[in-house]
DNA sequence: TTGCAACTAGAGAGGTCTCTCTAGTTCATG
DNA sequence: CATGAACTAGAGAGACCTCTCTAGTTGCAA
């Protein structure tokens, strides 16, 4: 019944993230989104109330699906799916550098101009209850303290990802075996 | 001969760090120091000639602090040094919990508005020539291969400095404990 | 005393941005 | 056809920011 569709919300939050990338959080205005994708401020105002909407739409878009990979490779609670997870890390960058560069380099606090708002806040919550459940799950199958875990395979994949990604490289192999030796070394209760 | 000084750098980048603490990277406008600082636009332009200029000195002042622990702790080359390097990142973190929380909240180029600066750039890049320096002469005395070197020295405390600091905690002994083992286990050549 | 360099002071030009508002378009449906 | 929901379009008010510019102040040195 509605006048088709010209532009996407995907266009919008592609062209978003691509102004981040360039040039900062602060080059994502909501003008420079309109003038990327050819839309006018009432079609992207139409869309995102805010500018801060639009902006946080595509760091949680890239959230989302890096947690529905990590969440996946984390699955058969166990020591080794750990490791996996960790790994996967690396190779889900690899895959989707944009949205990884966006993650690693900004959080979601720095791309807003103002407060976050209630419904984001809400979203980027939910997310992190998904991630701490799954971990919880994994340390108690596992017996893992949960500090080590988080450290192992949280913490660990986030810093070699970023220092890896910090020139816009992609992780090698190489990268991915170290990692992957780390995690298991870190997740071996008693080494030795 | 000049008149006497009424509002130090020192002031400034100390507003301007905190500012962004607070605010985030739109928050530290030179605006806001003159505000805070109770200097006038004129003053703070007199030193600082561009908005950007203020906010990355602050920022580079932080990590020039950082290096200067870090390094040291790393030099006598050895694989003790090592260990003991990624613990210092944790005990500088809890004594400079202000400069610390820039560093690891914010990357340079997250706080500019424009592209950077040569002179910037080039000062933020001999600081990571002096750490790349200082990590390669270490690998090479202690015969362990840069990734895994830069896994354990770097990337570790980094992630374990980060997550510490996130909700405003300062790192604790245990902590420093905990990370010191993980690095010297990963920093043994063959683990057992 | 005079000169001068470093500094203070703050008004305001000019720019960019957000967000609103009015007006119009399109098309499935009744 | 006529309606109305979803959408497009873009002008512009108002806020905030950067940076410049003029005008002055201070105190050492010659």
């Not at 309109?34 to 902006?55: E, N």
């Not at 996996?84 to 690899?94: E, F, I, N």
């Not at 919550?125 to 988080?150: F, K, N, V, Y």
């Amino acid at each position: 019944m509605p006048q088709p569709v010209k532009h996407s919300i995907e266009a919008m939050l592609d062209a978003a993230r691509a102004l981040v990338l360039a040039g900062g959080p602060a080059a994502a205005s909501a003008r420079a989104v309109c003038q990327a994708t050819g839309a006018s401020s009432g079609s992207v105002y139409h869309r995102f109330p805010r500018r801060d909407d639009l902006v946080a739409a595509a760091w949680l878009r890239a959230q989302d699906r890096f947690l529905h990979a990590y969440l996946d490779a984390l699955e058969p609670a166990s020591a080794e799916a750990a490791a996996h997870a960790a790994v996967s890390v690396l190779t889900w960058c690899g895959a989707h550098p944009e949205d990884a560069a966006l993650l690693l380099r900004h959080s979601l606090r720095d791309l807003l101009r103002g407060d976050i708002s209630p419904a984001l806040a809400a979203r980027a919550e939910a997310d992190r209850q998904a991630l701490d459940a799954a971990l919880t799950a994994t340390a108690a199958a596992t017996g893992i303290a949960l500090p080590d875990l988080i450290l192992a395979v949280v913490d660990l994949p986030y810093a070699v990802a970023r220092r890896t990604l910090r020139d816009g490289a992609t992780p090698t192999p190489a990268d991915a075996a170290a990692l992957h030796r780390a995690a298991t070394l870190l997740l071996a209760d008693r080494p030795c």
